[in-house]
């Protein structure tokens, strides 16, 4: 028996339903047709509501309407019954015989079971993590890796083309901060008397980096005048909105005392944080094909001609010196600056030349992966593309709450400025790069989440990528004790496979690749991690209960099947989400 797409029963009851449409000349409604899981198995392996969507349209009782598509469907070889439930639900039974099928199915797909056609191949960017290279990534920063390397993964294995792609802020005042800031501290090491600034970036890297300077280049950018703001006194800077003018007085006096010099130390602070960035994700398995520079789009005037060209168009008006985007004509609450009195380019008009570049490359979809705090930013991006005469939807924006960190029930400070927070490489020390990537994982991405690493570092059921590492230990284990070539398992007699429990694994077996599909649909990796610890469940309770290696040997090779298939699987959806899967544990 040959499935016509063995991905998904349920594309195959959705042709036989979009058939009986036909019959009943109801094929032109625009119908969407889905499918759910019954939560009673005596309701069936799938439900339907198509029979009440369409009693308005043909004024007709949805228990009748049901009753005339079950009439119109064609014979399938998969359908052990259907049945007419409450209101109108068309409930669906799967043959055990289809089943059955699945342990074959698996083992022979290997690596490649769950993966699907659903992207058709199109061009698609997930842009993701991109933080300012002013600092140590953070475990705030650390949720949105696990998360847009697991979407990328999910994509990919969807059927799109994907292209992972970090974006570098390195053009701007942050750069600038970091900049001074570890000027400041180079200074001190030569023996200079220097007010610190109190918003400038203190943490012990700013320190390490100027301490490379000066062992490499001794004096060579120390001033020989005083610094004008070092008389500054401390109490005077606590004024609203002083600490920040000081700031950009210091900014200007290192540009302006370090002249040319001014551009080896912020390319130096840039690449020590870029390459500690790169080998902090590489190690975490975060890999990115492109690494954009925000500073390529000012030296090719990239910036300055988008600009241009929303003027041209009247999207641009001059206000208070500034120029302003009219975004409040695309649903933004308020128009956007693009340009400051000073003449500088804002953030947003970089961000639109971005966004810009990436239509230019091609790609059919754009997957930004942002900070919840992000969320007023859509409408006005969305409002830039649109004006730029570009399709706003193909740009999605998948937003991702900040993970708060508690160890023994404290939450750990998150502030890259002061230099108290918890460095990403900090946590993966602690806990294991499985556990981080999982537990990031443990949540929708826009939901709050509690990083409890007092439960991440344990070794028990409680811990749920242990639960889901010690299924796929546990098989190992059956395996290797069973010790012959698992090729035969392929041709294993899966009939034998009809209890209960065995039925209900083939079924989550089944489930699998429509759960890869619908992760990419709606770039939720949560679902898959999800699914992963809902298989361990129902393996773990079946190792409980049976017996393998039994003197039978059809029974015996038939329960092996299922349980490697189960290995299988549990190896393909860990690796979607970057978590290893150890043969002991």
């Known amino acids: 028996m040959t499935l016509p797409n063995y991905t998904s029963f349920k594309s195959h009851f959705e042709d036989l339903l979009r058939h009986a449409l036909r019959t009943l000349s109801a094929a032109d409604l625009d119908i969407n047709i889905e499918f759910s899981r019954p939560k009673q198995i005596d ?93 140590p990534l953070h475990v705030g920063h650390g949720r949105g890796a696990a998360f847009g390397a697991s979407l990328a993964n999910i994509l990919a294995a969807a059927g799109f083309s994907v292209s992972r792609e970090y974006y570098v802020n390195d053009a701007g005042r942050q750069m600038d901060i970091l900049a001074t800031s570890v000027w400041l501290r180079y200074l001190e090491l030569n023996g200079r008397n220097v007010l610190f600034p109190s918003n400038g970036y203190q943490g012990e890297y700013v320190r390490d980096m100027a301490e490379s300077i000066y062992k490499a280049h ?66 975490f398995g975060v890999v990115f094909d492109t690494w954009f520079s925000e500073q390529s789009l000012f030296e090719n005037n ?53 966004h810009l570049n990436k239509f230019q490359r091609g790609f059919e979809r754009i997957i930004n992966v942002w900070g919840a705090d992000h969320h007023g930013y859509i409408p006005r991006m969305k409002g830039a593309m649109q004006a730029l005469t570009l399709d706003p939807t193909k740009l999605e924006i998948a937003l991702v709450q900040f993970a708060v960190l508690y160890r023994d029930g404290v939450k750990a400070p998150m502030s890259t400025r002061s230099g108290e ?73 899966t009939s034998q496979l009809s209890s209960a429990a065995e039925l209900s694994l083939l079924q989550k077996l089944i489930d699998y690749p429509e759960i890869v599909a619908v992760s990419a649909r709606d770039l939720s990796p949560h679902l898959v991690a999800f699914y992963l610890r809902e298989l361990a469940a129902e393996f773990h309770s079946y190792y409980n209960s049976s017996r393998f290696l039994v003197p039978e040997i059809p029974i015996r090779l038939a329960r092996l099947a299922l349980i490697s298939s189960i290995r299988q699987v549990l190896v393909n959806g860990l690796t979607l989400l970057g978590v290893s899967a150890p043969d002991k544990m």
Not at 449 to 475: G, M
């Open 421 to 493: 927070f918890v460095t990403l490489r900090e946590l993966r020390k602690e806990v294991g790069n499985d556990a981080a990537r999982f537990f990031y994982l443990l949540r929708k991405s826009d939901q709050h989440l509690d990083f409890d690493l007092d439960l991440a570092k344990s070794q028990n059921n409680d811990n749920p990528v242990y639960y889901v590492q010690y299924a796929h230990a546990r098989v190992c284990s059956v395996m290797e004790q069973w010790g012959e070539n698992p090729s035969l398992l392929t041709t294993a007699d």
């Open 302 to 354: 990239a910036v300055s001609k988008v600009i241009a060209s929303l003027k041209q168009n009247d999207f641009l008006y001059p206000k208070d010196g500034a120029i302003w985007f009219r975004s409040t004509d695309f649903g933004d609450e308020k128009d956007r600056v693009v340009q400051r009195e000073n003449g500088k380019f804002t953030y947003f008009a970089s961000d639109i030349a971005y």
């Open 218 to 283: 001794g004096s060579n950018y120390v001033p020989q005048h005083e610094m004008l703001t070092s008389a500054v006194s401390s109490e005077k800077i606590k004024e609203e909105g002083a600490a920040e003018i000081l700031l950009d007085q210091l900014i200007s006096e290192a540009k302006n005392s370090l002249g040319q010099d001014y551009a080896y130390i912020h390319n130096f602070v840039l690449t020590e944080q870029l390459s500690d960035c790169r080998n902090d994700l590489m190690e």
């Open 43 to 135: 309701h069936g392996d799938y439900s339907c509501n198509l029979a009440m969507q369409l009693a308005k349209p043909m004024r007709k009782n949805p228990r009748d309407i049901a009753t005339l598509l079950i009439n119109a469907m064609p014979a399938s070889p998969h359908l052990e019954k259907i049945e007419i439930a409450g209101a109108g639900f068309i409930n669906l039974f799967l043959k055990t015989t289809s089943k059955q099928q699945f342990p074959r199915i698996v083992l022979e797909s290997g690596k490649e079971f769950g993966y699907g056609t659903f992207g058709s191949d199109k061009k698609i960017q997930v842009e993701f993590v991109s933080a300012n290279p002013t600092g």
